[in-house]
């Protein structure tokens, strides 16, 4: 019985075939609704395919990739200063710049594929392999050469996915965690959280809270986004460039066109002193987890009110009294992250370079690729 499956590459959502969405039920970032949002307002060094999985005509598999031109970028980050952000800036420039993700270099977590009930997994990953060499073919005929080929991200469950031939000479790496958030079933409110902490956690809550005292909090509609675009982007951009390392800059339209596509599926949270708004963050509702986005904030102010976690205890606040199962907190951040309750979740993913020399270095030279990052992780609960 031949079980070979075949792939089609599509560039555009418009092509997508009818019963995409019948596959992009494990999460929200594969749905077309969501690929529409990253076809009118992602980075501007980002190429978007989508790519379909077939068992003969039928549709058993979808996939993102991104291409992304790192050369386009004025700053791959700017909080790591000296020879290592020099040795970073020079590998990236040099030989590893057009790097192909399959899988969502925006989130944290699997959000590369989505596969039918019935499907082969190893014809499944098989073909996906073939579509990925495909997708350099593309690529090569435009003059642009893929320099590195990742796939990400992946628990040590679904990493096992990979485990056949094609991608054996593939780096199997791991970045920092995933921060996940469990929500205990017993939690009715933030009341029931606050009680489940340790005295020196609680301790914390309440200072946090009391700096913030005269910060107002108010949920923004597409409108209000819309009139504070500018100031929005500001808050957004300073808090990106400052990150130890970047990839890509959200388009200034970004927000509005999530809001504008999903609703109220997408929720966006604006901090106001006398009316001038200071910071945001931004959640989106996905089945019974929460994932929490991008965020901004006025550097100064963040110190001085602890705006960030109060913005961690919100979510946590919310997403208790709207009975979800849990909080994405993605990556960055750890420790702040891990004294509010989130625990660490080990990710990985493969890479491939496509120097056949390089790809023997890659464990050594990828420790400049990802910077590491050392932090202690808390445990706040009684």
């Given at each position: 019985m031949n079980t070979a499956y075949s792939f089609k590459i599509y560039n555009s959502t418009a092509q997508l075939p009818e019963i995409w969405d019948d596959l992009a039920v494990s999460t929200i970032f594969l749905s077309k609704k969501y690929l529409q949002v990253l076809e009118k307002s992602s980075p501007e060094n980002m190429t978007c395919h989508f790519i379909g999985i077939f068992d003969n005509?039928?549709?058993?598999?979808?996939?993102?990739?991104?291409?992304?031109?790192?050369?386009?970028?004025?700053?791959?980050?700017?909080?790591?200063?000296?020879?290592?952000?020099?040795?970073?800036?020079?590998?990236?420039?040099?030989?590893?710049?057009?790097?192909?993700?399959?899988?969502?270099?925006?989130?944290?977590g699997q959000n590369s594929f989505a596969l039918s009930n019935a499907v082969h997994h190893k014809e499944a990953?098989?073909?996906?392999?073939?579509?990925?060499?495909?997708?350099?073919?593309?690529?090569?005929?435009?003059?642009?050469?893929?320099?590195?080929?990742?796939?990400?991200?992946?628990?040590?469950?679904?990493?096992?996915?990979?485990d056949i031939p094609e991608f054996q000479n593939d780096y199997l790496f791991s970045t920092q965690p995933n921060m996940v958030f469990s929500i205990n079933k017993n939690w009715q409110s933030e009341q029931d959280y606050i009680e489940s902490l340790s005295?020196?956690?609680?301790?914390?809550?309440?200072?946090?809270?009391?700096?913030?005292?005269?910060?107002?909090?108010?949920?923004?509609?597409?409108?209000?986004?819309?009139?504070?675009?500018?100031?929005?982007?500001?808050?957004?951009?300073?808090?990106?460039k400052n990150a130890p390392f970047n990839t890509f800059f959200l388009p200034k339209n970004h927000f509005r066109v999530f809001k504008e596509t999903f609703k109220e599926k997408f929720l966006?949270?604006?901090?106001?002193?006398?009316?001038?708004?200071?910071?945001?963050?931004?959640?989106?509702?996905?089945?019974?987890?929460?994932?929490?986005?991008?965020?901004?904030?006025?550097e100064s102010i963040q110190r001085e009110k602890m705006l960030y976690l109060n913005m961690l205890y919100d979510m946590i606040a919310y997403s208790i009294n709207k009975n979800f199962n849990e909080i994405i907190f993605a990556r960055t951040a750890l420790e702040i992250k891990s004294s509010v309750g989130a625990k660490p979740l080990k990710m990985f993913g493969l890479m491939h370079h496509s120097s056949k020399i390089v790809n023997v270095y890659l464990p050594k030279i990828f420790k400049y690729l990802e910077p590491e990052t050392v932090w202690q992780e808390r445990n706040p609960f009684k």
């Open positions: 005509e039928i549709l058993v598999g979808i996939a993102l990739s991104q291409f992304l031109d790192l050369n386009a970028l004025e700053s791959f980050g700017e909080r790591d200063n000296g020879i290592k952000t020099a040795v970073r800036n020079i590998i990236f420039g040099n030989f590893a710049s057009n790097v192909l993700v399959i899988g969502n270099n925006m989130l944290t990953m098989q073909s996906l392999h073939a579509a990925t060499s495909e997708l350099k073919k593309i690529f090569k005929s435009k003059g642009i050469k893929i320099h590195i080929t990742t796939y990400k991200d992946f628990d040590k469950e679904e990493i096992k996915n990979f005295k020196k956690y609680r301790d914390q809550h309440k200072r946090a809270r009391k700096k913030a005292a005269l910060i107002e909090k108010r949920k923004l509609h597409l409108e209000d986004i819309i009139a504070l675009e500018d100031t929005i982007y500001e808050l957004y951009f300073h808090v990106a966006f949270y604006g901090y106001f002193i006398d009316e001038k708004l200071i910071g945001f963050n931004t959640l989106i509702k996905n089945g019974e987890v929460m994932d929490t986005y991008f965020l901004g904030y006025d």
